[in-house]
Every structure is written in structure tokens, then in C-alpha cells.
């Protein structure tokens, strides 16, 4: 079982910045992939971006150029560095993580809202 915690979530402003962090205790070993993904109120979870072990990184197109994952392997931690906030980038953000044999395990999700 991998446990995942996140936090940094809260209230911006538009054009303003936030970190997320998502802690992961448990299993740590089977860890693949790392990732961020959010749902925005009345819509489908959507990727954000996908970190693998060696730094290799996955973006959604919208956010990209914006957002930046990152990942501390000996820490067991995976970032989301989000800047220039839009009021579209609102939404719950869910840290995601893969296991080598494919199982994906979620955290309870963070929420960020971004205001004009």
C-alpha cells in the first residue's frame, strides 16, 4: 500500500504563484511514476504533468510553460511548482503515483482556487 499526501494547496491570485507537495510513505520502493492531475468543478480528471524516476517529464499542453513537476526521489516527495495562475487552473489537484506492475494509487486531493 502507498499512502499519498498532499499539501500547498489554498487561495491565489490571478497571475500569482503556488507549490504543491505530495509526501509518500508506504511501499515507497514500487514507486514508478509520479504525477499530477486535477478536476476542475463540473469537469473530467484531466493529466497535469507525469514525472518518471529519472526526472523524465509528461505535460498537459494547457498548462505547460506554467507548471513545472519536480522530484525528490530520496525524500519521496514530488512537486508542483504552478506560476502565473489563471482562475481556470481552479480545481482539486490529485497527486497520482504508478507502480512498476501498474497500479495507480491517489491522494485525497488538494484544492487550489485562483481568483481574478
Known amino acids: 500500500q502507498i499512502l499519498l499526501v498532499e499539501s500547498g494547496g489554498g487561495l491565489a491570485q490571478a497571475g500569482g504563484s503556488l507549490t504543491l507537495s505530495c509526501a509518500a510513505s508506504?511501499?515507497?520502493?514500487?514507486?514508478?511514476?509520479m504525477g499530477w492531475y486535477r478536476q476542475a468543478p463540473g469537469k473530467e480528471r484531466e493529466l497535469v504533468a507525469k514525472i518518471s524516476p529519472g526526472g523524465g517529464t509528461n505535460y498537459n499542453d494547457l498548462p505547460k510553460g506554467r507548471f513545472s513537476i519536480s522530484r525528490d526521489n530520496a525524500k519521496n516527495t514530488v512537486y508542483l511548482e504552478m506560476n502565473d495562475l489563471k482562475p481556470e487552473d481552479t480545481a482539486v489537484y490529485y497527486c497520482?503515483?504508478?507502480?512498476?506492475?501498474?497500479?495507480?494509487?491517489w491522494g485525497k486531493g488538494t484544492l487550489v482556487t485562483v481568483s481574478l
Open positions: 508506504g511501499r515507497v520502493s514500487s514507486i514508478d511514476v
Open positions: 497520482n503515483a504508478e507502480t512498476g506492475l501498474g497500479r495507480d494509487f
